[in-house]
């Protein structure tokens, strides 16, 4: 089993800078990126692309809301493209995208983003892998839309979102190195089976930004979200990529994953905001992990036979060989600095 004395490392950078340029990201430097842009056509984001196309502002005031829509697609083009440029060979794109619905002028339609992103990216020369409905569970008893009881003008409500994959070039190809790490990075089987479903439901993130000093609503996606992510598409001491930084989420599950990560955002109150919860998260990210592995410990004494692999690093039983070197670490310290967050990690718990 592993010493809890040997130490690990990663680091993280948030930088204040727009994503439609990067030109402190070397190309073909990044592994993976998990992100969620701006919803186009969502009113909480008007104020972004119109800040980025006055045209937008324009076209809105004038209810057109396919020029719109357009417009603001255009718009998160090039962060698709440099996207594409920052990835290695082999590496995955994650774009969670909700669709919106709206009413300009007399017309209530849909705007179908993630169908229109799936265009962009294919032109980019991305190929798209199967994707994850992302359905965020709801007990709201009035969530219909429209005339209510009455036909024919109720609307279907929207309650999921799409998690779109993308892969530059073919597979991935590891090294030797990359190999020892890559079954380190391994995940139980009960979560592969559970993390590769196409349809996940996982509660949102609370919204709500009032107390930070930043905007009002945050729009972020859950940790369980991004975690899942990290862990399926990367292996440990790769890089993770977020250039819609938000409040943090994904560096925050690549920080818990032993992935280095960059974030990038335009708003510097946010960044900071974002800053904050990476650096002050150490306790709610171990209770995390402790519960992941509980909950595997938990799967091993309930099941229904004897498995006959046992991991080497943690002592208990496996599902499958591919199991046995795999290894969860805990954060034991994290430093900040004006360059970013380095963390290091032990097997033994805090």
């Known amino acids: 089993m592993l010493s809890g004395m040997e130490e690990y490392r990663t680091k993280h950078h948030l930088k204040k800078q727009s994503s439609q340029e990067m030109p402190d990201i070397p190309d073909g430097s990044v592994n993976l990126v998990v992100t969620s842009p701006p919803y186009p056509m969502i009113e909480m984001w008007d104020h972004v692309f119109a800040s980025l196309d006055p045209k937008i502002g324009k076209a809105l005031a004038q209810k ?7 417009l603001m697609h255009k718009t998160l083009l090039p962060v698709w493209q440099e996207i594409y440029r920052v990835l290695s060979p082999g590496g995955i794109a994650c774009i969670n995208i909700g669709d919106a619905t709206r009413k300009l002028s007399d017309d209530f339609r849909l705007y ?27 007990n709201s008893p009035n969530k219909f839309m429209g005339s209510g009881m009455l036909p024919s003008n109720a609307y279907v409500t929207l309650e999921h979102e799409h998690i779109l994959i993308f892969r530059k070039s073919g597979k991935r190809v590891f090294s030797n190195r990359e190999n020892h790490l890559r079954r380190e990075s391994a995940f139980f089987w009960e979560e592969r089976n559970r ?5 996940w439901a996982i509660k949102g993130e609370g919204q709500s930004l009032k107390a930070s000093g930043t905007r009002e609503r945050s729009g972020a996606f859950p940790f369980e979200l991004a975690y899942r992510l990290v862990n399926m ?17 994904t560096c925050l599950a690549a920080l818990a994953s032993e992935r280095h990560s960059i974030g990038l955002e335009i708003d510097a109150a946010l960044m900071n905001y974002a800053r904050k919860r990476i650096t002050t998260s150490v306790d709610l990210i ?28 943690h002592g208990f039983p496996v599902m499958t060989k591919q199991e046995v070197d795999l290894v969860v670490r805990y954060v034991s310290g994290v430093s900040a600095s004006d360059i970013g967050v380095k963390v290091t990690y032990s097997v033994d718990p805090p």
């Open 286 to 313: 171990n209770s995390f992990i402790a519960n992941r592995l509980a909950s595997h410990e938990k799967f091993v004494n309930n099941g229904l036979k004897e498995l006959k692999y046992r991991n080497l690093h």
């Open 112 to 138: 179908n983003s993630h169908s229109r992103i799936s265009q962009d990216f294919a032109r980019i020369g991305f190929q798209q892998l199967p994707g994850i409905i992302w359905q965020k569970p709801t």
């Open 195 to 199: 993390w590769f479903s196409d349809q």
């Open 64 to 70: 057109d809301g396919e020029l719109a829509f357009d």
């Open 233 to 249: 598409f990367s292996i440990k001491y790769d890089t993770v990529l977020d250039p819609f930084l938000g409040t943090g989420t």
